[in-house]
């Protein structure tokens, strides 16, 4: 008779530090995986107890104390279910990235990370310890191995699992979104699926934190490579699959496969999701935003209003002498179409006041970015108010071709809480704004084809300071995200002279950078917590 097991996979979203929170929802998913699917196994994500990446709040006492305790509940209220569960552990001066599986208070299994990624957004060997050994447990007579994310993407780890013993494996991740990340995962585990033939239950976290969306996508790959079951991605939820030991192996039964996203698809639901949970773990009421007319407000006052709905999203038109009848129009449409409350505040007294103030000082000049920069502070200003009057965060709509060369003003359109956009470019923006517009109405057509203009002064456009984004976002991105030189950008085809000074102005505006508000991450490489170019830097690039 064929053995089986039936494991509960929980996808779901935890919260960084709140230790009593995340134990509540274990000890409820552990609940519901016994009484509505008939689970003998529930299994949590990487660091479930405490959220990741928890980062430096690992090394405040009072953490450690909160850990203990809410694994000693979890063993006591949790009974007649195997659960695994994973958690900070302290061992002396040690910390170690652990698991253990517990059924009925019995400790089952106890695990520490063996591989610790230090590169990207990863730094736990600032926090970790590697651990040493393999863990395999018994279950139903199914012998189980368990590995935490990193642990799968080398050879090792699971050929040691598989040495001792393991017939199937299973992976806890922290493993968080961008383009292309659930077809790279599966890739690297039919790599090991294939070098241990045995098979793996892989499952991931979702949500957002801080600057990381978790897209779940939690799977289970036979000893052969192949998907038997794949849940939907960027959804919390409890799954219930099969595994069953058989005379030839373990061998996991066909269930729902949730089909592949693509990139606009995918990148919108990161979107929603980190600013919706950005702005749902600070408890914010709602959302303050400057709807320009322009397409980057656009698109970030509908994923505003996607993620947290319409009623808590509050638009503000600041127009000024250079602002076109048309980006009016744009803006008041989009507001009534998405249904968001609509103000208008001009800027002329702001800006008349502040020039008036400056003539003695400065006196007469010839108008430059100065006269710029004071039409997005008044902005900022007005927009920053509201935010401390009402408890509104306030979103940027900066996005990342602008932070990229310093297309923006400090204390003006970068202020505020969240930037949604920042890791888009702005190619990537237009085609997010038509793949959202395919849903349903939501941003007016007419804001995604005009030239986009930050209209700051008579007939402005971008492409005056800018070369086309068709030419700048693909050396950017070779720059940014391949690393590539001048040479290696240049025989892609691009002026040399062009390059040169567009990575000159990436290299000039890293202060503006290093002030700006956290912003989504859904490339290989953003601005934030994976770069980290100096400030003050003699570098010359190659002419």
């Given at each position: 008779?064929?053995?089986?097991?039936?494991?509960?996979?929980?996808?779901?979203?935890?919260?960084?530090?709140?230790?009593?929170?995340?134990?509540?929802?274990?000890?409820?998913?552990?609940?519901?995986?016994?009484?509505?699917?008939?689970?003998?196994?529930?299994?949590?994500?990487?660091?479930?107890?405490?959220?990741?990446?928890?980062?430096?709040?690992?090394?405040?006492?009072?953490?450690?104390?909160?850990?203990?305790?809410?694994?000693?509940?979890?063993?006591?209220?949790?009974?007649?279910?195997?659960?695994?569960?994973?958690?900070?552990?302290?061992?002396?001066?040690?910390?170690?990235?652990?698991?253990?599986?517990?059924?009925?208070?019995?400790?089952?299994?106890?695990?520490?990370?063996?591989?610790?990624?230090?590169?990207?957004?990863?730094?736990?060997?600032?926090?970790?310890?590697?651990?040493?050994?393999?863990?395999?447990?018994?279950?139903?007579?199914?012998?189980?191995?368990?590995?935490?994310?990193?642990?799968?993407?080398?050879?090792?780890?699971?050929?040691?699992?598989?040495?001792?013993?393991?017939?199937?494996?299973?992976?806890?991740?922290?493993?968080?979104?961008?383009?292309?990340?659930?077809?790279?995962?599966?890739?690297?585990?039919?790599?090991?699926?294939?070098?241990?033939?045995?098979?793996?239950?892989?499952?991931?976290?979702?949500?957002?934190?801080?600057?990381?969306?978790?897209?779940?996508?939690?799977?289970?790959?036979?000893?052969?490579?192949?998907?038997?079951?794949?849940?939907?991605?960027?959804?919390?939820?409890?799954?219930?699959?099969?595994?069953?030991?058989?005379?030839?192996?373990?061998?996991?039964?066909?269930?729902?496969?949730?089909?592949?996203?693509?990139?606009?698809?995918?990148?919108?639901?990161?979107?929603?999701?980190g600013t919706r949970d950005y702005i749902r773990k600070h408890a914010f009421p709602g959302i303050v935003i400057g709807l320009s007319g322009g397409i980057d407000s656009a698109l970030v006052a509908t994923i505003a209003c996607d993620a947290i709905g319409a009623e808590n999203v509050r638009a503000v038109m600041m127009p000024f002498r250079y602002t076109s009848n048309m980006s009016q129009e744009d803006a008041a449409k989009q507001a009534l179409t998405l249904g968001i409350r609509y103000?208008?505040?001009?800027?002329?007294?702001?800006?008349?006041?502040?020039?008036?103030?400056?003539?003695?000082?400065?006196?007469?000049?010839?108008?430059?970015?100065?006269?710029?920069?004071?039409?997005?502070?008044?902005?900022?200003?007005?927009?920053?108010?509201?935010?401390?009057?009402?408890?509104?965060?306030?979103?940027?709509?900066?996005?990342?071709?602008?932070?990229?060369?310093?297309?923006?003003?400090?204390?003006?359109?970068?202020?505020?809480?969240?930037?949604?956009?920042?890791?888009?470019?702005?190619?990537?923006?237009?085609?997010?704004?038509?793949?959202?517009?395919?849903?349903?109405?939501?941003?007016?057509?007419?804001?995604?084809?005009?030239?986009?203009?930050?209209?700051?002064?008579?007939?402005?456009?971008?492409?005056?300071?800018?070369?086309?984004?068709?030419?700048?976002?693909?050396?950017?991105?070779?720059?940014?995200?391949?690393?590539?030189?001048?040479?290696?950008?240049?025989?892609?085809?691009?002026?040399?002279?062009?390059?040169?000074?567009?990575?000159?102005?990436?290299?000039?505006?890293?202060?503006?950078?290093?002030?700006?508000?956290?912003?989504?991450?859904?490339?290989?490489?953003?601005?934030?917590?994976?770069?980290?170019?100096?400030?003050?830097?003699?570098?010359?690039?190659?002419?």
């Amino acid at each position: 008779m064929d053995q089986v097991v039936n494991v509960a996979l929980a996808q779901i979203d935890l919260a960084v530090g709140d230790v009593a929170g995340n134990t509540r929802k274990i000890i409820d998913y552990a609940n519901r995986a016994r009484d509505e699917l008939g689970a003998h196994l529930v299994v949590f994500p990487e660091l479930s107890v405490c959220g990741y990446p928890p980062e430096d709040l690992l090394f405040h006492a009072g953490l450690r104390q909160m850990v203990e305790n809410a694994i000693a509940e979890i063993r006591s209220k949790v009974s007649t279910i195997a659960v695994l569960i994973g958690f900070p552990e302290y061992d002396e001066d040690k910390i170690y990235n652990s698991c253990a599986v517990f059924r009925d208070g019995e400790l089952l299994a106890h695990y520490r990370k063996l591989l610790l990624p230090n590169y990207s957004v990863f730094d736990e060997e600032r926090y970790f310890t590697r651990g040493k050994r393999p863990t395999v447990f018994r279950i139903n007579g199914i012998r189980i191995g368990i590995h935490i994310c990193e642990d799968v993407w080398s050879p090792g780890p699971m050929a040691a699992s598989r040495t001792a013993g393991a017939e199937c494996v299973i992976a806890i991740n922290g493993s968080p979104y961008e383009t292309r990340s659930q077809a790279n995962r599966e890739a690297q585990v039919k790599k090991r699926v294939l070098e241990v033939q045995i098979p793996v239950i892989y499952v991931n976290m979702v949500g957002g934190q801080d600057e990381l969306v978790f897209d779940g996508g939690s799977f289970v790959m036979s000893a052969e490579g192949d998907i038997s079951f794949r849940a939907p991605p960027f959804e919390e939820g409890l799954y219930k699959v099969e595994i069953r030991g058989t005379a030839t192996g373990v061998v996991p039964q066909v269930g729902e496969c949730a089909a592949f996203l693509d990139t606009e698809a995918s990148v919108y639901k990161a979107l929603v999701t980190g600013t919706r949970d950005y702005i749902r773990k600070h408890a914010f009421p709602g959302i303050v935003i400057g709807l320009s007319g322009g397409i980057d407000s656009a698109l970030v006052a509908t994923i505003a209003c996607d993620a947290i709905g319409a009623e808590n999203v509050r638009a503000v038109m600041m127009p000024f002498r250079y602002t076109s009848n048309m980006s009016q129009e744009d803006a008041a449409k989009q507001a009534l179409t998405l249904g968001i409350r609509y103000d208008v505040i001009p800027i002329q007294p702001m800006y008349e006041a502040t020039i008036a103030q400056l003539l003695p000082v400065l006196g007469e000049r010839k108008p430059d970015a100065t006269e710029e920069n004071i039409q997005a502070r008044c902005r900022g200003l007005l927009l920053m108010a509201i935010s401390n009057k009402t408890g509104r965060m306030l979103l940027t709509t900066g996005n990342k071709s602008e932070m990229a060369v310093g297309y923006a003003t400090l204390y003006g359109d970068m202020a505020g809480g969240f930037a949604p956009i920042k890791d888009c470019s702005k190619t990537l923006v237009y085609k997010l704004a038509r793949y959202r517009n395919s849903l349903s109405p939501a941003i007016p057509e007419r804001v995604i084809t005009r030239p986009p203009s930050a209209e700051l002064r008579p007939d402005q456009k971008d492409s005056d300071s800018l070369p086309g984004y068709d030419v700048l976002d693909p050396i950017l991105e070779a720059f940014i995200e391949e690393d590539l030189s001048v040479a290696e950008i240049t025989a892609r085809g691009y002026d040399r002279d062009t390059v040169i000074s567009v990575l000159e102005m990436v290299k000039r505006n890293e202060y503006k950078r290093r002030q700006a508000p956290p912003g989504i991450r859904i490339s290989g490489r953003a601005f934030g917590r994976d770069w980290r170019y100096p400030i003050t830097s003699g570098y010359k690039f190659p002419g």
